[in-house]
């Protein structure tokens, strides 16, 4: 709650009373589910990995009511195999990264089944268009929560958006960017992968003008009281444009991520984990608000709702974007 009460307080200073009465009616209403990969992995913000417990790994799990999920990680092995101990033994950091790559790979088929990177494509193109036509030199495109790599390496491997176009991917997961290190390498792809924090990407941003910074499936992952932050940040860095894409929840939305999880994926955790990022994602409505007040008048926002009754599945990711106010309008 005491991020609701942030967002409320932020908003009651600069913004009408109706808005903001919706969205601190709905964060009360939804508590905070968690995804089974988000307890696993614990860093230093450099990145260096941290141990993780079993019994606080499971026990923010139960703690939400996610007591399935919390079975899956009790069943997970520790350390040298030892049973108890200390808060339930340390993961077993092998078998955490078996789980961490299969699912991601998982992932990565799933997108593919979708055409997430397609639909990237073709809402980036006129976005990467504009920027090519205020100023010369190389547009950067810096991939936020990139994991292995996927979206960026299809990206950059088919030129989609076309001559000119530099790629960076950001993870703070460290086994994930040197999976996406070795996939670009064999595949012969020039994509630069960093380990870093999305909540502050400075580091893969020399030229903020000339930046265009996007994300797949990764909104929901910051949770909802970083999202102004995390969007004021954006603005404080003062790139060209932005544009994070998620999926749009909704009754039949949740009811076909269901299915295609149980029906594409094999890893419990990847069919828990995807169900769940349906639970946890935004509505167009909450993205703009969050997003308006991250980054004020400086950028014009656009996030389309879906609308038609029966998504396609490629409907479903859809994007919020964002354009620093003197290049114009989203186009
Ligand atoms: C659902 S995965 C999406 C991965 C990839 N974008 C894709 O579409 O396949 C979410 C990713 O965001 C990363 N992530 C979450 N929070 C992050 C943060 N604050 N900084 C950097 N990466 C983050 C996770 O490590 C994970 O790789």
Redo the contacts with the bound molecule.
Sequence with gaps: MAGSMLVWSVYAKGRKQSQPRAVVHHMAEQPDKL?I??VL?ASEADGTRLPVFRDDAAGRLRASEQHRAAALVDALPTRGGARGGVRGGVLDEAAVDDAFLAV?LE??RL?EFVH?PQRMAQSLRPVVERLRESAEGPVRVV?????????TRILAATGALGPGVEYVG????AL?VDAARRLAHLEDIDVRFLV????D?ELSMEDPDRTLVV????L???GRD?LAPFFAQTARSGVAAFAH?DVDPGPWANVGAWVLHQTRMREPISRH?GSM?MRRAFTAKELLAHASLGVGAAYDLRCDEVTNLYPRPEQIVRPIIGLRRDLGDVP
């Design positions: 995804e990969l988000d992995w991601h992932l990565a997108s997430v991939d936020l929560g990139c994991g292995i790599g996927y979206d950001l993870d703070f997961n994930l870093g924090d999305a909540l990407p994300s797949s499936g990764v929901h992952h910051l970083n894409f984990d990022s």
